[in-house]
């Protein structure tokens, strides 16, 4: 079973970016299809973008398409989300996920089966 960690939320000024990696452990991160998720508070969790085991493909919700960017190292068993021109609305917890299931356009939102604990993004306005 593998288990994911994430790094990099913090607090940042809108328009800034900030990177969040999510480190996994445990198991090889290249047998997992890979995704971001965020949930703020009082709102539902909503997926953000996910990534093809090997990284030649991925999706992202069109709240945050040319914003943000997912991407992958797996020879550091890594997965990364790149986000830029941030905005207060972006203010959550960001969380990275993981599953076997391979991944498609219909399916990319979910179900995931392996979670991180989440990391806060603060945007100040």
């Known amino acids: 079973q593998v288990q994911l960690v994430e790094s990099g939320g913090g607090l940042v000024q809108a328009g800034g970016s900030l990177r969040l990696s999510c480190a996994a452990s445990g198991r090889a991160v290249n047998r997992y299809v890979m995704a971001w998720f965020r949930q703020a508070p009082g709102k539902e969790r909503e997926s953000l973008a996910a990534i093809s085991q090997s990284g030649g493909y991925a999706y992202a919700a069109d709240s945050v398409k040319g914003r943000f960017t997912i991407s992958r190292d797996n020879a550091q068993n890594t997965v990364y989300l790149q986000m830029n021109s941030l905005k207060p609305e972006d203010t959550a917890v960001y969380y990275c996920?993981?599953?076997?299931?391979?991944?498609?356009?219909?399916?990319?939102?979910?179900?995931?089966?392996?979670w991180g604990q989440g990391t806060q993004v603060t945007v100040s306005s």
């Open positions: 996920a993981g599953r076997t299931r391979e991944l498609d356009g219909s399916s990319w939102p979910g179900p995931y089966d392996y």
